[in-house]
Structures are given as structure tokens and as C-alpha cells.
């Protein structure tokens, strides 16, 4: 599995078949080989988890999928300002939270509900599980109120026991410079909750300072060397 970190919260996995993109916002798209099928994912219509520059990919790559949460929907009208081309409107699906969909005999997809806006994907292809959290995070602040704190804290951990015993292969999860001294929380908390061989922080605003914060805490001991270190968009690992 070869995977491409592009900026904030987007990511390209390219597996043996398939091709993912995830929550493309900005940023250099690599080349994206042509024999293989490309699924398109935005979790959430936020301006930095979607961008409609997105359906231009059908130009270059027909064989193109474009899984959307619901909160994206789209009318023809809007479509038009938003010059998708024809032959992408027919290849757009559209998925809510906490549903399956089987995109094929080789993909399954399911979603969490995010704790903002959208969905959080999980992707079984491959005999290998990828997670996307989109903007599924334990969004606690400085200066909240405690029914904010309790609310937050209950939609999360619901979230989060969806994830008990399950194994991510791979792992793309919010570490969020601007939640202060409570960035790792949400981090945290998933790695402690489902067994995650690879994790991807994101979301951080281009701060990478976050990710060695964390991994210099005594609390992410236990995982700290499954933690993959981010130091500019546009870097590529193989798994």
C-alpha cells in the first residue's frame, strides 16, 4: 500500500487495484495510474475537507467513483455553477451516517457519524481496513461550558465504542493544534480503543510540531512507534 499525504486531511492510498482520495481540500494530486479504479471520499462539506476541483479527475481518469457524505448533496443547478462535468454527475453516490454500502465484491464501506459535520469512513478492500475520520474528534475547548464538555464527550465515546475490537490497517485521525493542552484527546482515545497498526495524524493546520508533542508524552507510550511523522505535504510511504 503506497500512501500520499497531500495537505490537512487529505491523503491518497493507492492499493493493488484501487486508488483512494480522501477530503481533498488543496494541494499537488500525484499521478494516478490508469489501469486503476479511483474512489473519490469527502466526509463533510466543510471548505477544508471538500473542494469540487475534485470532479475535474474525470477528465484525466474516467474510471472514477465520487462517494460524498449526504451533507454534500447537490442539485443540478448547483452542479452547473459549480462546472462538474457531465460524465461525473452519473458517478456520484451519496452516503449517511452509520450505513454499508458495498461498492463491489471488493469493496465495503462503512461510516461513523461525525462529531461535526458528515461521516467517518471505514474501508474494507483488500483484506487490508482503512479509517478515515473526516472530522470525527473529541472537540473538547478551553472555556466550553460543561454541558458542551458532557455532550461532546458522550457523542464521541458512542463513536468510539463502534471501533471497539475492531484492527485499522491504517488510521487517518484529527491531532488538532488548536484545541491547546486537549489536542490528543480524540487521538488518543481511538488508539486506545481499536488495535491500529498505522496512524496517520491530520488536521493539524501545518503545525507538525503536534505529532512529536504526542509521541514525546508519556500517555502514547503504548503506541507511539505505530504513529507515522508528517513533516510536509506531498510525502509518500509505503506500508
Known sequence: MKITYISHSGFLVETEKYVFLFDYFKGTIPPIPKEKKLIVCASHKHHDHFNAEIFQLIKEHEDTLFLLSKDIKMSDGYMDRLQVPENARDKIRYIGKNQELDLNEEIHIETLTST?????????????????????????????????????????????????????????????????????????????????????????????????????????????DRIVTITAEGQQFEL
Open 116 to 224: 461535526d459535520e458528515g461521516v467517518a469512513f471505514i474501508i474494507s478492500v483488500e483484506e487490508k481496513t482503512i479509517y478515515h475520520a473526516g472530522d470525527l474528534n473529541w472537540w473538547s475547548w478551553r472555556g466550553e461550558s460543561e454541558a458542551e464538555y458532557k455532550e461532546m464527550t458522550s457523542a464521541f465515546m458512542c463513536e468510539m465504542k463502534k471501533l471497539e475490537g475492531r484492527t485499522l490497517d491504517v488510521a487517518f485521525i484529527p491531532l488538532d493544534p488548536r484545541q491547546e493542552e486537549r489536542f490528543w484527546w480524540g487521538f488518543n482515545t481511538l488508539m486506545r480503543t481499536a488495535s491500529v497498526k498505522t496512524a496517520f495524524p491530520m488536521h493539524c493546520w501545518d503545525d507538525y510540531s503536534v505529532i512529536q508533542r504526542l509521541c514525546r508524552m508519556e500517555e502514547s507510550f503504548p503506541y507511539r
